[in-house]
């Protein structure tokens, strides 16, 4: 996750730049930059190692007088933390500023290298300026250069665009990763988020999700993913928000529930090795995988269930047996636990007292103590040997969303590391599933797109007493969180089961009014290689192997379906040709691996919440009785 920041002034501009920067410094600081154009046009950029106030001498010494500039605080997910990947990149005829993962980066690199371009860093980024200066070299104008290469990009990001020559110019993308506009008197700014703009401006706009922007001193054309001409609405930022602003959401729920590919593709980035394609944790472990018998899970809530997928996937990538419970009975079932295991601690807030007690037992009976937290200073993450953050950012919904699917991304790096470690996992099956984690961002974006559908369904779904959610493996969890986010929130009785279990009990509840909420992605054969996506697909399956369990979940569903009820399936192109006869509603999501589902599929879920919730006018930020964080028994 980097900061950015562009601003078309009417003055020098850097360091307005800098104090931009200096406010979005929370989301990375080992190295920053800025760029302007001088003396009526030429390309100029400073860019130092470390923390700002390097960028800030580097500008004293050689300062820049521009009035129209781009800037940059990074944090580096493509190569190291040096002067050399800091951000601006730039050719003479224009510069970009970045946040987020190009996942094509690496086939374009290849492609601009073979017809000439030099390289001078290890970032993604870099492949954006080659597309464009290609562009512009063919004659295309800046607008056209950009938006023919924003076509070829894939993964999630936004970037920011200043050219040579055009003092009067500067355009702004967002995909998967925010980007505001910030209007001015005869001024324009962009930035990741308002807070960087709040010196400059109160008046903002949020691009929506594929949106670009083309700005000048006086006019603002934003564009959707398809090109067409859309307008977002101008609201009015209160400067001291700070870090809790809604954007343009309702809620912050709303908000946090969107933030996912951006906050999960920076999680990611701290675990794994982009260019390898490999896990690197960043801490040496205290503890050998290949010694381990047995991990002993715990966590209270969504945390819990995160941990329940992350079960799933120990077993599956590492062989290691996972007994895992909520915290409130692990700390005093007196687990009998070997001494020199390994017990793992989930939790966002990393103050929940079950789970602190059950830490403490775990320390008690020899264990080593990982634990996946969200709040680096908290209690467990000081008493535990490792502590592998979640880097989601402050949640402020009661209603964990974001912290959720980062606890995902961490459980899955750790559970192919502890693969790789064991020697369960090749060097080629460790490839194809953090590939498949790589492009998790992306697949987050395009599950977002179902958002109207379920804002239909949730006129539906708000009038209902009961709901059940079904789900076999991973998806399992997932309906576990889905209907405990519904209960939650809106209040209506919902129950999560594995849908194997229904007819051993919930059945009895189905008639016309309980909707059922299926969760069921698609896991029967592949066929060959009709395009990348499904080589991937495949390939991830013969690297995850999991069990076949889809046509069973639609059994399942036709049981429910011979009885009256309700089914909203969720599943992806092929599951929703397979499956979707019986049902009222289907929510497709893009394909993807079946290792990743549980974080993409996690959307739907949480979007069904929330709308519901939405409808019912219910206090969706801080539900009845509900606490952010439990540190009482
Ligand atoms: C509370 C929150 C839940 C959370 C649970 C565990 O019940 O409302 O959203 O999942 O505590 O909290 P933790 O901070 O340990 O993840």
Excluded at 3 to 22: F, S
Excluded at 126 to 134: G, K, N, Y
Excluded at 362 to 381: F, G, M, R
Aim: glycine residues 8%; negative net charge; charged residues 25%.
């Amino acid at each position: 996750m980097c900061g950015i920041v562009g601003i078309l002034g009417r003055e020098p501009v850097a360091g307005q730049l800098v104090d931009a920067l200096k406010r979005l410094e929370y989301r990375g600081y080992d190295s920053a930059g800025v760029a302007t154009l001088e003396n009526g046009g030429t390309l100029t950029r400073r860019r130092a190692e470390g923390k700002l106030s390097a960028l800030e001498g580097r500008l004293e010494r050689e300062p820049l007088q521009g009035s129209v500039g781009i800037g940059h605080t990074r944090w580096a997910t493509h190569g190291k933390p040096t002067e050399n990947n800091a951000h601006p990149h730039a050719t003479d005829k224009v510069a970009v500023v970045h946040n987020g993962i190009i996942e094509n980066f690496r086939e374009l690199r290849e492609e601009l290298i073979r017809e000439g371009a030099t390289f001078g860093s290890e970032t993604d980024t870099e492949v954006v300026v080659h597309l464009v200066s290609r562009e512009l070299k063919r004659g295309q104008s800046p607008v056209d250069a950009v938006a023919a290469t924003l076509g070829q990009l894939r993964g999630a990001f936004a970037l920011a665009f200043l050219f040579a020559g055009e003092t009067d110019l500067m355009i702004g993308a967002r995909r998967g990763s925010p980007l505001a506009i910030g209007y001015g008197e005869g001024r324009m700014y962009l930035g990741s988020d308002a807070i960087a703009l709040a010196p400059f401006t109160d008046r903002v706009s949020y691009l929506d999700d594929g949106d670009w922007v083309v700005l000048t001193h006086d006019s603002v054309a934003v564009r959707d993913a398809d090109g067409k001409a859309v307008e977002r609405p101008v609201i009015k930022t209160a400067a001291s928000a700070a870090l809790i602003d809604k954007g343009n959401h309702k809620h912050f729920m709303a908000k946090e529930i969107h933030e996912q590919p951006e906050v999960v593709g920076h999680t990611l980035a701290h675990y794994i090795d982009m260019a390898e394609e490999k896990i690197d944790l960043p801490h040496a472990l205290p503890f050998d995988f290949k010694n381990l018998k047995r991990v002993s899970l715990s966590a209270c809530g969504t945390a819990y269930y995160a941990g329940l997928v992350g079960k799933y996937w120990f077993e599956r990538f590492a062989r290691l047996p996972v007994e895992i419970d909520v915290a409130s009975e692990f700390r005093y079932r007196d687990v009998p636990l070997d001494p020199g295991n390994l017990a793992v601690f989930v939790s966002q807030s990393g103050e929940t007292a079950d789970t602190l007690a059950s830490l403490r037992y775990a320390k008690e009976h020899q264990q080593h103590v990982l634990s996946v937290v969200n709040v680096p200073t908290s209690t467990i993450a000081r008493e535990s040997d490792v502590v592998m953050p979640t880097l989601a950012g402050p949640e402020i919904g009661v209603a964990s969303t974001k912290a959720f699917t980062c606890q995902l991304a961490v459980l899955a790096c750790l559970a192919i590391a502890a693969g790789r470690a064991r020697g369960t996992l090749s060097r080629e099956d460790e490839r194809i599933l953090v590939r498949a984690l790589i492009e998790t961002p992306r697949h987050m974006s395009e599950a977002l797109a179902i958002e109207p559908q379920v804002e239909q369904l949730a006129h539906t779904l708000a009038k209902c007493k009961d709901a059940l959610y079904l789900g076999r493996g991973t998806s399992f969890p997932i309906a576990l969180e889905g209907a405990l986010k519904l209960k939650e929130i809106s209040y209506i009785h919902a129950e999560g089961y594995a849908a194997g279990e229904l007819k051993h009990g919930p059945i009895a509840l189905i008639d016309e009014t309980v909707p059922v909420v299926v969760i069921a992605p698609y896991d029967q054969g592949f066929e060959k290689t009709k395009s990348n996506l499904q080589d991937m697909v495949e390939l991830s399956r013969r690297a995850y192997r999991p069990a076949a369990v889809f046509e069973k979940t639609v059994s399942n569903m036709q049981e429910v379906a011979a009885r009256g009820g309700q089914i909203i399936l969720i599943s992806d192109p092929k599951g929703v040709a397979e499956g979707a006869t019986e049902s009222l509603v289907t929510l497709t999501m893009p394909e993807m691996p079946l290792s990743v589902t549980p974080l993409v599929y996690a959307i739907p879920i949480q979007l069904i919440a929330y709308h519901t919730a939405a409808v019912m006018g219910t206090d969706v930020d801080q539900p009845r009785n509900l606490a952010k964080s439990v540190t009482v028994e």
